[in-house]
């Protein structure tokens, strides 16, 4: 490997896209950029990539090649399962690498963000170290990853949608359940535990004006409402822990997401709460993200970290 090996990170999300050159020698963003998401026009949409990527390569220099995250089912040939009520015209079957390297002139690879994201925990964030990594995203919904040895799990993202267990019966909670879940079940860990339904039951127990952030700070300044909202999302948060220690029997859990940050303030609590144990003196620590809103970046740049420079 040479003093530098500069790669190329893009993260997509349907509202923007953040991109930035990794240097994969040392696991650090040396130049970024965000914009808008073309959602109307495929041709401007990858044009978009191909003029950030230059931009990059401008201020710090030229990439080997270009990781893409994405919010999607990605399947090894780089085609995706479509991402319709994101980007219209990311339908399923579209073959997301062979058009982003045509644009941008550079190997490419995809994979479904919530597996990079565990990717660049497990090699650069918290769960380094550590052999089975296991990541929850809380934000507007939860995403799941599972690396093993500093690698993806599998060869496809086949759980990244794992944040559908159920957690309650469903229905208890009238605020939670005014419109079903995707996934077709009342009380799954999405619909009780992403950064959107924590907001809603916030909203339910502490009125309208508050935010979760502020729940959990006045949580820890002691006020008893507060304190019993996060109490019972405690309680919800480890009831799919202890399964996803059954399930997956990781190391580490890492959690992130815009919920992580008020969480870190219990991370001491959660790991009593996790209890379960796959074989006896098995133990999963819970941790909160190291890494920042660099992590889909990071993760992306992370598929080329072998050295190889094609799939």
């Known amino acids: ?45 990858l044009k978009s990539l191909s003029d950030a990527v230059a931009e990059l390569s401008a201020q710090v220099g030229a990439p080997r090649a270009a990781g893409v995250s994405i919010g999607s089912y990605v399947f090894s040939d780089g085609s995706i399962d479509g991402m319709s009520s994101f980007v219209p015209f990311l339908v399923h079957g579209y073959p997301l690498a062979a058009r982003v ?3 941008i002139g550079l190997p490419v690879r995809v ?46 993202p086949f759980i990244h949608l794992a944040g559908h267990v159920k957690v309650r ?7 939670l359940d005014v419109e079903p879940c995707y996934c077709g079940m009342q009380g799954c860990f999405e619909s009780t535990c992403s950064g959107t339904s924590l907001q809603a039951y916030v909203h339910d127990c502490l009125g309208s004006d508050v935010s979760n952030a502020e729940a959990f700070e006045r949580a820890e300044r002691g006020d008893p409402k507060a304190q019993a909202v996060v109490a019972w999302y405690l309680g919800m948060l480890a009831s799919a822990l202890n399964q996803y220690v059954y399930l997956y029997c990781p190391d580490i859990i890492v ?25 006896e003196g098995q133990r999963t620590m819970v ?22 420079d094609c799939p």
């Open 169 to 175: 019966t469903g229905g208890e909670y009238p605020c």
């Open 1 to 45: 490997m040479s003093a530098r090996d500069l790669v190329v990170g893009i993260d997509i999300g349907g509202t923007n896209v953040k991109a930035g050159i990794v240097d994969l020698v040392t696991n650090k963003v040396l130049a970024s950029c965000g914009f808008p998401t073309i959602r109307d026009r495929e041709e401007a949409f």
């Open 287 to 308: 941790r909160i993200t190291s890494l920042k809103e660099d992590s889909g970046i990071l993760g992306a740049a992370s598929l080329f970290a072998s050295g190889e």
């Open 111 to 156: 994979d479904n963000d919530a597996r990079l994201i565990c990717l660049a925990e497990a090699r650069d964030g918290a769960g380094r170290g550590y052999s089975r990594v296991l990541t929850l995203t809380l934000g507007t919904g939860i995403g799941v990853g599972l690396c093993e040895d500093g690698r993806p799990f599998g060869r496809e």
């Open 101 to 103: 390297e045509e644009a």
């Open 255 to 279: 959690i992130g997401g815009g919920v992580a940050k008020g969480l870190a303030r219990f991370e001491r609590e959660l790991n009593r709460m996790v209890v379960a144990e796959v074989y």
